[in-house]
């Protein structure tokens, strides 16, 4: 897929261009496994191996609501594996499948990266505000 796109075309005015037939394909991808909560959710996975809902919820803070909508897309995406046993209530584990696996070490190095540059990320935010205010 990224052989037909070089790197100067991965721009968002080169998303309805000729230049990369999938670059479309490709926003939509990144939408998807690049929102806050997908992100998490895999980090965590990648991090407990195999997690309920509810721990899910517990750790990562996140609204039911939200968590539910997250899960349905990242396995409808073929990213998490769901595994529902009949138990009353009912039981329902999440894990990385093979190819959510595969997007561990990107995730995991967005997620290193973040860690690492929050304090610079604060400094930058406050200097902005205090300019903007001025």
């Known amino acids: 897929m990224m052989a037909e796109c070089s790197?100067?075309?991965?721009?968002?005015?080169?998303?309805?261009?000729?230049?990369?037939?999938?670059?479309q394909r490709i926003n939509e991808v990144l939408?998807?496994?690049?929102?806050?909560?997908?992100?998490?959710v895999i980090?965590?996975?990648?991090?407990?191996?195999?997690?309920?809902?509810?721990?899910?919820?517990?750790?990562?803070?996140?609204?039911?609501?939200m968590l539910s909508l997250t899960l349905r897309e990242l396995v409808r995406d073929g990213l998490v594996h769901?595994?529902?046993f009949p138990t009353i209530p009912p039981k329902v584990e999440y894990s990385l499948t093979k190819m959510g696996k595969s997007f561990r070490e990107p995730v995991n190095a967005l997620g290193l990266w973040a860690l690492e540059n929050l304090n610079k990320i604060d400094e930058a935010r406050s200097s902005y505000d205090i300019k903007k205010a001025e």
């Open 31 to 40: 939408t998807r496994v690049g929102d806050r909560w997908s992100v998490l």
């Open 43 to 65: 980090i965590s996975l990648a991090q407990y191996e195999t997690l309920r809902f509810n721990q899910l919820k517990r750790n990562l803070g996140i609204s039911q609501r």
């Open 7 to 23: 790197a100067s075309t991965l721009t968002a005015s080169a998303l309805n261009s000729e230049q990369c037939p999938n670059c």
């Open 82 to 84: 769901r595994k529902q």
